[in-house]
């Protein structure tokens, strides 16, 4: 165990991020036909900061740009994106969710936010808001951007 006890946690972290990995593929399991998880990754991040150029797109999900470009690709061809020359930089080009990009994320995340409120409720009532400030620490720690809370209410988180 370190000196400061963290490796004494994360068993408990690694058994809460399966329980949630289950609620995530759960959610997904619906449009498994029609995006991957990393496709969906990339509507989640498009939904929360809005148009986005593809070098960013590709920083904020972990990929290459050429990884992002292929995957965009799929993703206008199922016309849950789309792409367009930004009118401020003509250099640029902005990746957009479509309608139907945006109706596929709240579909999802409706599942999701109900599954988890099913799972908070089951919990004891006095340890609630120790496991939110724990989990926000950890979602903090892990770079995890923090939607406003337009987005949040829009979202449903």
Known sequence: A?????????????????????VSARSLARVQDAVTITQFRTLVVLEGHGDTRLNQLAGR????????????????AARLVTRRENKA????????????????????TARRR??????VAAMPQEGREGVVAALSAVAQAAGEATPSLETAARLGW
């Open 2 to 22: 370190s000196a400061d006890g963290a490796d004494d946690r994360v068993p408990a972290l690694l058994t809460a991020a399966r329980a949630l990995v289950g």
């Open 61 to 76: 999900v972990g990929a290459a740009p050429s990884t992002a470009l292929r995957m965009v690709d799929r993703l206008i």
């Open 89 to 108: 930089d003509r250099r640029e080009v902005l990746i957009a969710l479509t309608v139907e990009g945006a109706r596929l994320v709240r579909e999802v």
């Open 114 to 119: 109900a599954e988890i409120a099913a799972i």
